[in-house]
C-alpha cells in the first residue's frame, strides 16, 4: 500500500476507524477492516508482496518457520539469521541482495560475544525494559563494530584512496576506521610519533575507549596536514575534532557517516536518541531519497538502532520481507512491541527520561499470515505462533494467536491442524506437538476457550477433556470438560430440541465420558448421562431401553419407581443444579411414558394374560412419578412452569388408564 499521497483528514480517519474497530472484534473483523480502509483511501488495498508472488507464497521460509516453531517450544537456540539467509539462496527476487545484506547487518548487530555461539531468544529484551542507558550504550557499540568489520571487507576488495602521496598518514586512517589496531601499530607514524600519540592509539582501540569515544588528545595537526592527517587527530580527540574531519573522507558514503558521528560520540545515551532523530526525523526519508533509495534507509535506521521504525517503513516497501526483517529483530528482544494487536502501527512510550518507539508485529504478522493461509495453513500458524501472549485488545481479551487459530479452524472444518479426534481417539501429528509438554494443557484449554466463545461447545468440551488427560500425566486434576458438559446437556435436555444434532454429540460425549470412569469422580454426569438418554429412548420409543434407565435412576434416588422409592427421592437432594434443573422434563417424559404404555395397552384386542398387570404396573409407575412431583414443591424452578402444565395432562391419562391423544 502507497501512503504518499493520503491526506492529513484521511490518516485522522484510520486512526479513527481502528481506534474503535479493535472495541468491536468479531468473527469477520479482518474482512470488515479491509472494506473500511478502501472506503477510507478510495483505492484498492494492494498488500501483495513481489516478493511474495516470486516465491509462491513466501514457500521459501516454511522450513525456516517450522524449524524456528520447533526451537521455540523445546527452548533451544535457534540461528534465526542464518536460516533467513540460506533460505533464500535457490531463490531470485527483488531486492534480494539488499534483504540478505539487512539480515546480516541484524545478525551481526545481534551476535553473541562469542562468534562460535547464538545469542538465546529474547536476549535484548530484559536489557532494553530494565536498563535503557545500557541497552542504548549496546547497541551505538555493536552498530560501530559493524561498521568496521563491513568497512573492513570493503578494503580488502578495493584499495582505498588510490594514488595518494601521504600514504603512511592515509593508512593510519584507513587502519582506525576499520577498527584493526594491528594495522595502526604496524604503521611507521606509531613508532615516530611522541608518546602522546602512541597513547591515544592504544586508548582508540581500548574498551574504555570505545565506550567514551574521547582518546584525550591534546595536540592539533601539523601546519599544511594532509586531509588524512587531520581526519587520524580528530578521530583521536573523538566528539571535540569530529567537525574538523575533512568532508571527502566521510562526505560519500552514508555508512562512513553513521560510522563517524557514532564512533566520535560520547556514552551520554541522550546524545545517540538525539542522533536517531536526526536520521529519522530531522533528515527522514525526504533526505534520502527513500522512494528511490529504500534500502539505503533502511540500512541507516537498523545501523542507529531504530528498529521499529526500520520495519514500520520496510513493510510499505515489500510486506513480506518486512516481515521477515522483524523476526529476528522480534526473536532476540531488540524490538520493541506493543501488548495489543488494538494499537497503532507506531507508537511512543516514555521511560523514564527517554521517549522510546514500540512497534505492532502482532498487525504485520497476522496480515501476512491471512496472505500465505491459502496456500499453506501451518505455515499462517507457525507465523501466528510467535505472537505468543500478545492480545486483541486489553490484558483480559484473548490472545491473537488462539483468536487467529480458532477462526482457521471454524473456517476451514479442520481440528486436524491442532490434532484430530478420530476414532477410538486417535491423533495426528498437529501443532500441539510444538508446544512443550508441560504447556500442553494451558494450551488446549485457552483453544478450548476459543472455542467457547465462538459457541462451538462440543469442540470446546472435548479439548477441554484432552487438556485435563495432559494435567492427568503430570498429576494434576481437571473437570472444566464436565462442568461445561453438564451445562450444555442440561440445555438441551431442558430446551427439548430432539432433532437439534448438538443433542445427541453432547449424549455421545456424556457417554463417553461415563465410560471413562468419569462418574466416580463426579457422578452428576452420570445421573444427567442416565437422564439424556431415558428421554432420548422415550423419544424413540424403546420401552425396554427406558425401563433399565429408570431403574437406574430409582437406584440413584433421582426418579421413584414404585410408591417405596418416593420418600427416599424425595429426601435425596444431593443433585447439582445443572441436575436439577433438568426434573421437570424427567418428570413429563417418564409420565409421558406411563401414557404411552398404557395406551398401546388399552388398544390392543386381546387382553388376555399379563395385560391387566401390566396395566397396574405402569399406573403404578405414573402414581408414584404424580407424588414425587407433589412431594417437590416449591422446589421446581420457573423453567420447570410449561413442563408441569403438561404433566397434569398425563396424570389424568395414567389414572384413568384410557386412550387420548397428547402433545
Known amino acids: 500500500m502507497h501512503f504518499n499521497s493520503i491526506s492529513h483528514a484521511q490518516v485522522n480517519a484510520l486512526q479513527d476507524f481502528h481506534s474503535s474497530h479493535f472495541e468491536h472484534l468479531e468473527f469477520n473483523w479482518e474482512k470488515v477492516e479491509e472494506a473500511e480502509i478502501r472506503q477510507i483511501l478510495g483505492v484498492d488495498l494492494d498488500v501483495a508482496s513481489p516478493t511474495l508472488t516470486s516465491m509462491g507464497a513466501s514457500s521459501a521460509f516454511s522450513g525456516v518457520m517450522d524449524g524456528l516453531v520447533v526451537a521455540i517450544s523445546n527452548n533451544t537456540q535457534f540461528p534465526i539469521v542464518q536460516e533467513l539467509i540460506e533460505s533464500t539462496r535457490v531463490h531470485n527476487f527483488q531486492d534480494k541482495e539488499e534483504f540478505e545484506d539487512c539480515l546480516r547487518i541484524i ?3 545481534l551476535a553473541g560475544s562469542d562468534a562460535d555461539t547464538d545469542l538465546r531468544r529474547g536476549y535484548f529484551t530484559s536489557i ?67 608518546e602522546a600519540f602512541k597513547t591515544a592509539i592504544d586508548l582508540y582501540f581500548s574498551a574504555t575507549a570505545q565506550d567514551s569515544m574521547d582518546c584525550g588528545y591534546q595536540h592539533s595537526p601539523s601546519p599544511g596536514a594532509s586531509e588524512f592527517e587531520q581526519g587520524v587527530v580528530a578521530l583521536l580527540q573523538g566528539s571535540r575534532g569530529a567537525r574538523a574531519i575533512p568532508e571527502r573522507l ?3 558514503n552514508f555508512e562512513d557517516y553513521v560510522w ?45 538502532a531504530q528498529f521499529e521504525k526500520a520495519v514500520a517503513f520496510l513493510q510499505r516497501v515489500d510486506p513480506e520481507l518486512a516481515v521477515h526483517v522483524a523476526i529476528p529483530l522480534f526473536y532476540y528482544g531488540a524490538l520493541n512491541t506493543t501488548n495489543t494487536i488494538a494499537a497503532d502501527v507506531l507508537t511512543e512510550e516514555k521511560v523514564g527520561s527517554f521517549i522510546v518507539f514500540k512497534y505492532n508485529f502482532a498487525l504485520l504478522i497476522q496480515r501476512f499470515a491471512h496472505l500465505v493461509m491459502a496456500n499453506n495453513r501451518r505455515d499462517a500458524l507457525n507465523y501466528l ?64 476457550d476459543e472455542f467457547e466463545a465462538r459457541g462451538r461447545f462440543v469442540e470446546a468440551i472435548r479439548l477441554h477433556r484432552q487438556a485435563e488427560k495432559q494435567q492427568g500425566e503430570l498429576g494434576v486434576d481437571g473437570l472444566r470438560s464436565v462442568g ?70 430409582s437406584q440413584l434416588h433421582v426418579l421413584p419407581s414404585t410408591a417405596d422409592d418416593v420418600q427416599n427421592c424425595v429426601e435425596y437432594r444431593r443433585l447439582s443444579d445443572d441436575v436439577s434443573r433438568t426434573l421437570p422434563s424427567l418428570l413429563f417424559f417418564s409420565m409421558k411414558l406411563c401414557a404411552l404404555q398404557l395406551e398401546k395397552i388399552t388398544s390392543r384386542r386381546d387382553h388376555r394374560g399379563g395385560v391387566v398387570g401390566e396395566k397396574t404396573k405402569w399406573q403404578k409407575k405414573g402414581r408414584a412419578v ?34 387420548s391423544r397428547f402433545n
Request: glycine share 4%.
Open 385 to 448: 505462533y510467535l505472537l505468543g501472549e500478545t492480545r486483541l485488545s486489553d490484558e483480559n481479551s484473548r490472545t491473537v494467536f488462539m483468536y487467529n487459530f480458532a477462526n482457521i479452524v471454524l473456517e476451514h472444518n479442520d481440528l486436524s491442524l491442532l490434532q484430530t479426534f478420530g476414532e477410538k481417539g486417535k491423533s495426528m501429528q498437529g501443532l500441539m506437538d510444538f508446544v512443550p509438554i508441560q504447556d500442553r494443557s494451558r494450551f488446549l484449554n485457552d483453544v478450548a
Open 107 to 109: 545478525g551481526d548487530m
Open 626 to 659: 404424580l407424588n414425587f412431583t407433589s412431594k417437590l414443591g416449591h422446589t421446581h424452578n420457573a423453567e420447570g412452569t410449561k413442563v408441569l402444565s403438561k404433566l397434569q395432562k398425563l396424570v389424568d391419562i395414567c389414572e384413568r388408564g384410557v386412550s
Open 260 to 304: 563517524l558521528k557514532l564512533r566520535t560520540m560520547s556514552d551520554d545515551p541522550k546524545e545517540f536518541i538525539s542522533f536517531q532523530r536526526q536520521i529519522s526525523v530531522d533528515y527522514g526519508e525526504a533526505h534520502f531519497k527513500a522512494s528511490v533509495r529504500p534500502w539505503m534507509y533502511m540500512k541507516c535506521l537498523l545501523f542507529t
Open 484 to 553: 461445561l458438559l453438564l451445562e450444555k446437556l442440561s440445555e438441551v435436555i431442558v430446551m427439548d430440541n430432539y432433532t437439534d444434532r448438538t443433542w445427541s454429540e453432547y449424549l455421545t460425549l456424556a457417554h463417553e465420558f461415563v465410560d471413562d470412569n468419569l462418574d466416580g469422580e463426579n457422578p452428576h454426569l452420570d445421573i444427567l448421562c442416565t437422564i439424556g438418554l431415558f428421554i432420548d429412548a422415550v423419544h424413540a420409543d424403546r420401552s425396554d431401553i427406558c425401563i433399565s434407565y429408570w431403574e437406574k435412576l
Open 128 to 194: 532494553r525494559e530494565n536498563a535503557f542507558r545500557d541497552y542504548l550504550r549496546e547497541m551505538k557499540r555493536r552498530s560501530v563494530d559493524k561498521l568496521q568489520s563491513r568497512y573492513n571487507e570493503y578494503i580488502h576488495k578495493h584499495a582505498p584512496f588510490p594514488h595518494e602521496k601521504d600514504v603512511n598518514w592515509r593508512d593510519l586512517f584507513v587502519a582506525l576506521r576499520s577498527g584493526n589496531e594491528a594495522m595502526a601499530r604496524d604503521n611507521k607514524l606509531y613508532e615516530e610519533k611522541d
Open 250 to 252: 566521510f562526505g560519500t
